[in-house]
């Protein structure tokens, strides 16, 4: 199946700076990623989805000014939480569709990054 | 606006024995995903359903869907301890995904 990857996995931060994780399609073009956020023992939650050299789509209540979301090329897409705090504290996870590697819209998840904002 | 609906969220299991979790969902989809997750981790497919009376099995579990009562369940066969996990199902809804709250298996001898 197709490979998707995170880094950080983990990032410990200290209150009012910026983090950026990144996500990446290792063996296929995506043309659509999706970043997802998940407090324990919850669900995971859409935060927006990107496609490939335009702007996110951000879902309703995720401000869009601090988590901004880059698909700058087929593979790589990055979240940076601007200006973090305690309760952006959270398992960040991207998955990636598109570009040929599934047929019916499946979307591959990466390994997550644990975020903790002190 | 589509709603996923899992039950239960958390399942007791004694090993041996059999049990099913049930997905519900309220709008036309055209495919339903299940997903597991151990602690800590990211998702795991398990199963891709696409259309009514989809039926697949891996291993000691069986997922199959509904259509027409929107409706996917994922039996588990003769429960082990390896099954303890939170288990997703995940409705697709244009190009995104859409999750039920998941269920959480705790299997015990």
């Known amino acids: 199946g197709a490979v998707v990857s995170q880094h950080p996995s983990r990032v410990i931060c200290k209150s009012g700076t910026s983090v950026k994780i990144e996500c990446r399609s290792l063996?296929?073009?995506?043309?659509?990623m999706f970043w997802y956020r998940q407090f324990p023992k919850k669900s995971l939650m859409l935060m927006a989805t990107s496609n490939e050299g335009s702007k996110a789509t951000y879902e309703q209540g995720v401000e869009k000014d601090k988590f901004l979301i880059n698909h700058a090329s087929l593979t790589l897409s990055t979240l940076t939480v601007t200006s973090a705090h305690p309760e952006d504290s959270s398992f960040y996870i991207c998955s990636a569709g598109g570009g040929g590697a599934s047929s019916y819209n499946e979307q591959f998840f990466g390994p997550g990054t644990r975020l903790t904002v002190l | 606006e589509l709603k996923v609906e899992q039950n239960p969220l958390f399942l007791s299991m004694q090993e041996g024995k059999n049990y099913t979790i049930y997905c519900n969902y309220s709008?036309?989809?055209?495919?339903l995903y299940w997903y597991r997750q151990d602690p800590g981790k990211s998702l795991e497919s398990l199963f891709v359903l696409l259309s009514n009376g989809a039926v697949k099995q891996e291993g000691r579990l069986m997922a199959s869907l509904d259509t027409k009562a929107r409706l996917s369940t994922l039996h588990i066969t003769a429960a082990v301890h390896d099954l303890s996990a939170t288990y997703f199902c995940a409705v697709g809804a244009g190009t995104a995904l859409i999750f039920g709250k998941g269920t959480t298996l705790s299997v015990s001898s």
């Open positions: 063996d296929f073009q995506a043309t659509t």
């Open positions: 709008t036309t989809s055209d495919r």
